[in-house]
Structures are given as C-alpha cells and as structure tokens.
C-alpha cells in the first residue's frame, strides 16, 4: 500500500513501513500506481514517480524539469490520474501533463 503524507511516500507490505522523502523533505498530497507500476507522486511544486531501482529500492524521478518554465511554478499537487496511457496531475492553479 502507498500513501502520501508530511514526510513524503509511505510504503506498507503488511509488516513493515518504509518512508521515501522527496528532494528537500517536500511534503507529498497525492499518489497513484499507474499501470506500468510507477508510482507517480505530487507535492508542493514538485510532480515525478517512483520507480524500483535494480535492487528494488524505490528511487525518485522528478518530471519537473520536462516542464515550460512558466508552467514550474505551482503549488501542490493534489489529483493525480491515468487514462488511456497518460497521467495527468492537477494543483489548485493548472493541469500539468
């Protein structure tokens, strides 16, 4: 199970949790497991996914910087969905993606 919190992405495999920050301890406000098995996080000015490493830790990759620079400033991020093999993320100001 995923969850997004204060202190970034939350992970719980029924035994143990795992916590993953985000660059500069940016807090999460949304997650989704797209189908590909990314898990695409939102957060305050930050939109990118996860995604296990060769040794199955989870690592994370910011889509900030695919971004126009007047679309890189935005506040957090609190939708975050997936149709038809695109995901789309939304803050209270503009959709991105």
């Keep these: 199970m995923y969850f997004a919190n204060n202190n970034g ?3 719980f495999d029924g035994v143990y949790w795992q916590t993953y920050r985000l660059p500069n301890g940016i807090a999460l406000r949304s997650v989704m497991v797209s189908k590909d098995g990314n898990i695409y996080v939102g957060g305050q000015g930050q939109i990118g996914y996860f995604k296990a490493d060769t040794q199955g830790r989870l690592v994370y990759h910011s889509l900030n910087p695919l971004l126009l620079p007047e679309d ?3 506040t ?6 997936e149709k038809d093999n695109s995901v789309f ?9």
């Design 9 to 11: 992405l939350l992970t």
């Design 89 to 97: 993320s939304g803050s209270t100001q503009k959709y991105l993606f």
């Design 76 to 81: 957090d991020v609190w939708n975050i969905c």
């Design 72 to 74: 890189n400033s935005f």
